[in-house]
């Protein structure tokens, strides 16, 4: 399973360098990078620094994920022998590829002169790599580098446990709603609910740590 998910990941992380090979005669000189809430294009780049920017920073990202993960003093012990974060991590790191692959396609499509709904497509891959995100929250141990990190969750693996337990299923089924009000509700009424939900979210974070840290202090169990 895991080297399957290794081979999936460098395949993606690939994908994006291949297509660029095939058609880069045919992208134009100038192309998009931004798009406002209209769909329309608001943002513009030259062609060897629009195309290339996504698919490395997608490349940077997960070699980042991998130095941190086994540089990190909270991991470093369980990453050496069999771990659920052994199984989780691989998984997220297709996700965090496929994400960036979804978004470059769309651009790379808009670039060669096809027309694509690219706001509306780029908000489902975020919503749906969020509803990835938080459906493996609750199996992620403590580290510094991945999950809800407050001064609380990082002390306490109790508080950890609790606080990624229910901010996993929140920011599941959070964002599996937003899917569906996506197609129910108007742009600029998508946009504020989209921007609502992070920061509720946020603030959620904070307080229902801080709050569980402080309750469950007799059964504390410092990390």
Known sequence: MKNTLAWLEAA???APFIALVVFWNQIPE????HWNIRGEIDGWSTKTTGMLLLPLVAVGTIILCRVLSSLDPK???NLQKTDRMN???????????????AIFAVQLIVALGYKVAAPR???WCILIFFAILGNYLPNLRPNYFIGIRTPWTLQDSGTWRATHRLGGRLMFFGSLLLLVLEFLV????FVLLFIIFLLLLLLWSFL???H???SHGATRETI
């Open 87 to 101: 199984k989780i991590l691989p998984i997220l790191g297709v996700a965090f590829a496929a994400f960036f692959n």
């Open 30 to 33: 100038r192309v998009p990078i």
């Open 121 to 123: 497509v780029i908000t």
């Open 208 to 210: 229902y740590s801080w």
């Open 12 to 14: 993606l992380v690939m």
């Open 212 to 214: 569980y840290y402080r």
């Open 75 to 77: 991991l470093r012990k």
């Open 186 to 189: 108007n742009a600029s009424v």
